[in-house]
């Protein structure tokens, strides 16, 4: 690319420091060739702006291919994720706008934005370990089914993961490790490169470590990014924090309460004001110690920041006290908080009170202190160290820490740095344990890979490899409902609305706690909450065994559970203030609709338009998109052919029928619609036929997309390799013989290009159709609602709408060719073996993409389609076709 600035200039521009990046940041933004790699940078020394600006540099200013266009950035805590959005958002800023990244964060509620839709652009996303983890297995938490495996694709192909702040990860630090050996052993297989970077102040290299990492583990660890000696002489590394620990005991609330006056109290008032930041290990802990300062005569500048709040209050934090304006002389604050500001918080304390925690927990709290220059001085509290005080931390994690604080007498960053060089490997080890307690195996993973639900709507549970104990949450957020009222199905969540709670916290709230002979399996009296169901699309009540991890809960808002100045409060029956609902792009909702239910055609909802215009809309879009990511390999074309014929299943009748004159708008009569105004959608009349003799509740055009494509190749090229061609001795030993295709009309010009792709590309266009829209996929059964139709003759139930036997009408599937004729659709892939219909099964064909592209690269081509298929029927197009048709 012509005119590359240098990395330095590139980084005063994007950063507005004028002098420059520090050492390290030259360093990593130097390397040209992107990797795996360990950046351990002590805390305060710019590791955001440093690894933003090297990704876009090297994506974006060098235009560099082999660096991935989508920047990951995982983190433990939601709090983490607004302020490091924050800074990537003043980054972006100010780059060029033709070439700025799109900047999402990952995170429950439907205005969370649409990277996804564009596939081909740079990009930032940012969120929490539960959201960007369980997106990565292929199991998005408050995201909609259908979406899954789109985001799963783009977030194993092209991306680089930022793995930040490891030390707070828990056995979601094993899992990123173990999905990047599954990549590195995939990679042959990929379309697109991923790599991840983890980070931290206490990164352990032992950490990474496992019998599926091993063969890779030592190219990840060479080479770490960190401050080599010759490089600690500004500033920051002159800084003394003196430390000193005391004993409290963890009931004594008061004493605890009491010490932070005091010293807070004694506490000068400097340029960076009187801060005092206290830091308990749980949330029960600090709302305790809040209310005794309160109770203390502390009525004024004191603040509570803990991860059950709302991101509607949540904003307030960031606005008044956590962050570095409002480290300012004549401030004079306390702060009590827990485990959210040990990390990405830019605050400066001159005095830090900290409950004993595991090493590396205090090393990212010592870093709260005094962060900016001068002097500091911390206090470390031991509130007990059996297994119940020490919860969430293990005890014997203490008694090392204890240990090692006993040694110290200053925290600063010199200090730090030379106590971990001066460290033995036993003590090491002992200070830096981590033994995950389940390991994401590749077995597991494969089989995420269908997203299938079981006929009661349930799914594998991925929890235990995000995080475990009790720290599993879901996400509540409170409507105002009327007493015999349940939410509308209209009615979705937004982010600012949403409250993270330990989903066991959750249940005892409400439902009521259970013990071994009193179980409380359903809703105690007076509560009302409700969890979406996908396959109804609607909000259904809530019972004990739904309320899961991941799960989003609608409590009616009189039911209480939450303060503004507290956060979540289980005791509090004060009704709850909702918080106002965002605008939001009335494309982004219908989309959030189409992906979050079963049923609907809310992406259907769209000016007239005839199948073929769509289709070449579509295949339009998928062109571009492949041209820019340079795939090859013969896929442009597929992703092409996937666009045009990946609606051609909307002429079936249940979909034509469903269509109907409405207000002002007469329905064109034909059978080739596939998309009609927002009043032509008679809720009464969804996949009901025309003439009103059948129904087919929850139809899946896309599945009669595909069965059509097999149906066309067995009327053209029954030989073809993707049919009978490689059965063919075995189909003349069973004596079925192959019909004569001499009278056939000579083919259309895209069903010709359809009978000359080989099997490979066959079976991956077929497959891209039936899965544009995330809801059929690798298993092909009956549905509940399959299971309800009553049928009238022998051709059995059908499978997602489709029955054996029926037809595609003959329409044009593209501008300017031929019609395609009728095709009759025979169910026989769903079942396993081979068939003397279709050859081999649906699954079989599965497995053989999965086999070639690896669950990644495949579900990277989905994401493809699904782009281009949404990019399309949002344009804004008249289709000449109907111009003489369509009335207003």
Partial sequence: MDNVPSYTDWFIRSTEHSTGPRPWQASLGGEATCRNRLIRIPTGLGKTEGVLAAWAYHRIARAADDWPRRLVWCLPMRVLVEQTEQVARRLASRIPEDRRPLIALAMGGEDAGEWFLYPER????????????????????????????????????????????????????????????????????????????????????????????????????ESPCVVPAKQRSDELWRIKKAINAIEIAEKDDRAFAKLIVEQHNSLKPGRFGKITLAV??????????????????????????????????????REQFLNRDACCEGADRIIVATQVVEAGVDISAGCLITELAPWPSLVQRFGRCSRYGGEGRGVVVDRGRGEKQAAPYQPEELLAAWDAVGQLNDAG????????????????????????????????????????PDLTGADLDISRFIRSGDERDLQVFWVEVGKDETPSSERRPHRRELCAIPFLKARDWLCGEETTTKKKPTLRGGMRAWVWDWIDGDWVEANRASLLPG??????????????????????????????????????????????????????????????????????????????LKLGGGLNSVLEMAGLWHDWGKSHPAFQGSIRSGGEFHRPERADLAKAPNECWPRGCLYRFPDNTDARPGFRHELASALGLLALLRQYAPMHQALFGPWREIFGELGYEIADQSSKPSPSRVVERLIQTSADEFNLIAYLVACHHGKVRVALHASPKDQDYVARDDRGLPIRGVREGDRLPSVRVAPDDAP?????????????????????????????????????????????????????????TNDPTLASEVAR
């Fill in 122 to 221: 740079p990009a930032i996303i940012i969120g929490t370990q539960d959201m960007l983890l369980s997106r990565a297995l292929n199991r998005g938490f408050g995201s909609g089914r259908a979406r899954w495996p789109v985001e799963f694709g783009l977030l194993n192909q092209d991306a680089l993961w930022v793995m930040d702040e490891t030390q707070l990860m828990d056995v979601g630090l094993a899992t990123s490790a173990q999905l990047q050996a599954f990549r590195d052993r995939d990679r042959a297989k990929h379309l697109r490169p991923c790599f991840t970077w983890w980070m931290s102040a206490t990164l352990q290299s032992q950490w990474l470590e496992s019998v599926d990492t091993r063969e890779f583990h030592k190219q990840w660890v």
């Fill in 280 to 317: 308990c290990n749980t949330v029960d802990r600090a709302c305790r110690t809040f209310e005794e300062l309160k109770k203390a005569g502390r009525k004024e500048g004191v603040e509570l920041a803990h991860s059950r709040f709302r991101p509607a209050e949540r904003e307030r934090w």
């Fill in 413 to 452: 960053i010199a200090a730090l740095e030379a106590f971990e060089e001066g460290l033995s490997e036993t003590v090491r080890r002992r200070l830096y344990p981590y033994e995950p307690l389940h390991l994401l195996m590749r077995k597991e993973f494969d089989e995420l890979f269908d997203t299938t």
């Fill in 551 to 628: 799960r989003i809960v609608c409590v009616a808002a009189d039911c209480g559970g939450y303060r503004p100045d507290r956060g979540f409060d289980p005791e509090s029956n004060d009704p709850v203030e909702p918080v106002d609902e965002p605008s939001v792009d009335p494309m982004a909702e219908l989309l959030e609709q189409a992906d979050d239910r079963q049923d609907g055609e809310p992406l259907s909802i769209c000016p007239w338009k005839t199948i073929a215009f769509h289709h070449q809309e579509v295949a339009d879009e998928a062109k571009k998109i492949a041209q820019e």
């Fill in 820 to 876: 395609t004729p009728e095709a009759t659709l025979t169910l026989s892939p769903a079942a396993i073996g081979l068939s003397a219909a279709t050859g081999i099964s649906w699954r079989e064909r599965c497995i053989g993409l999965f086999d070639r592209f690896g669950p990644g690269a495949l579900a990277y081509l989905e994401a493809l389609v699904r782009a281009a298929d949404v990019r399309a029927s949002r344009r804004n």
